[in-house]
T-cell receptor, first 113, second 113 residues
């Protein structure tokens, strides 16, 4: 069955450093990969989408890579700030218009001042 | 204006009761979803509706019955609540194209005692 794995342990980094989160998947060939941010007590909020034929996508301090050979996506936050502390979710989707988003379990990032 | 709103935010009820969670989106999306987030933060899809039609039913017990009176609303009714139903339930919506993001509500924390 389809499986998505993210760093199960929390990631603690110092303010100003680059945070790198990993998303690995098996038994799936997604057409699209998305990253969401979730704060405590809130719903996930969309950050970035990358297509299977794209290697890299950037948005401000965020960068996502997508390696369909390794079946892996890396999510980077450069110049991290305490406000970046949250849980980050990776999600996969196929090419069907009515397909579902399959989520990983998320990685909690803590940025310390 | 809240894009995806669900009520109530908190729901505490006894085992065996029947309860409903309501969801409305004002984004004009054709597709709506219900997700369940368990204590380990794993976000799992339950149902997907497209233009009021059930598209995805992820082997959810029959006690869970979604209802979509129109494409802007997707309600979730749960019969004979069990302890294991305790979780946070998220409603979401998206356009019915695979290269777009999902918008989530703030969640309903259901506690069955």
């Amino acid at each position: 069955s389809q499986k998505i794995e993210q760093n199960s342990e929390a990631l603690n980094i110092q303010e100003g450093k680059t945070a790198t989160l990993t998303c690995n998947y098996t038994n799936y060939s997604p057409a699209y990969l998305q990253w969401y941010r979730q704060d405590p007590g809130r719903g996930p909020v969309f950050l970035l989408l990358i297509r299977e034929n794209e290697k890299e996508k950037r948005k401000e301090r965020l960068k996502v890579t997508f390696d369909t050979t390794l079946k892996q996506s890396l999510f980077h936050i450069t110049a991290s700030q305490p406000a970046d502390s949250a849980t980050y979710l990776c999600a996969l989707r196929g090419s069907s218009n009515t397909g579902k988003l399959i989520f990983g379990q998320g990685t909690t990032l803590q940025v310390k001042p | 204006d809240t894009a995806v709103s669900q009520t109530p935010k908190y729901l505490v009820t006894q085992m065996g009761n029947d309860k409903s969670i309501k969801c409305e989106q004002n984004l004009g999306h054709d597709t709506m979803y219900w997700y369940k987030q368990d204590s380990k933060k794993f976000l799992k899809i339950m149902f997907s509706y497209n233009n009021k039609e059930l598209i995805i039913n992820e082997t959810v017990p029959n006690r869970f019955s979604p209802k979509s009176p129109d494409k802007a609303h997707l309600n979730l009714h749960i019969n004979s609540l069990e302890l294991g139903d305790s979780a946070v339930y998220f409603c979401a919506s998206s356009q019915d194209t695979p290269n777009t993001e999902a918008f989530f509500g703030q969640g309903t924390r259901l506690t069955v005692v």
